[in-house]
């Protein structure tokens, strides 16, 4: 049963920004930390950014630092990917994971996954 939903994808031009959201109803998963990882086509899932529970500690790729910004709002049980500076190479399905911690970053550390959200940067 899924029960993180993710939201906000679409299409976009490089350069310009997206922000994605994902919720969990009531307070499941409220005290586990949050990461998102994305999928390109006939690519590994790879890690973006995570952020703890309480939200004072987050993470990032190197490939995304600087340009994306994980963040939470715990009363609402929701957390967000602010996207921008967006190229082409961001282009892949992103999914919300629920977690131990916002160090890990392999996929098989995240037990609680979205469906997916597709962001796709044209040239």
């Known amino acids: 049963q899924v029960q993180l939903v993710e939201s906000g994808g679409g299409l976009v031009q490089a350069g310009g920004s997206l922000r994605l959201s994902c919720a969990a109803p009531?307070?499941?998963?409220?005290?586990?930390?949050k990461a998102w990882f994305r999928q390109a086509p006939g690519k590994e899932r790879e890690f973006v950014a995570a952020?703890?529970?309480?939200?004072?500690?987050?993470n990032y790729a190197d490939s995304v630092k600087g340009r994306f910004t994980i963040s939470r709002d715990n009363a609402k049980n929701t957390v967000f990917l602010q996207m921008n500076s967006l190229k082409p190479e961001d282009t892949a399905v992103y999914y919300c994971a629920a977690g131990p911690s916002a160090s890990a970053r392999h996929q098989t550390d995240w037990a609680h996954w979205g469906q997916g959200t597709q962001v796709t940067v044209s040239e």
């Open positions: 952020i703890e529970w309480s939200g004072d500690r987050t």
């Open positions: 009531g307070r499941t998963f409220s005290n586990y930390a």
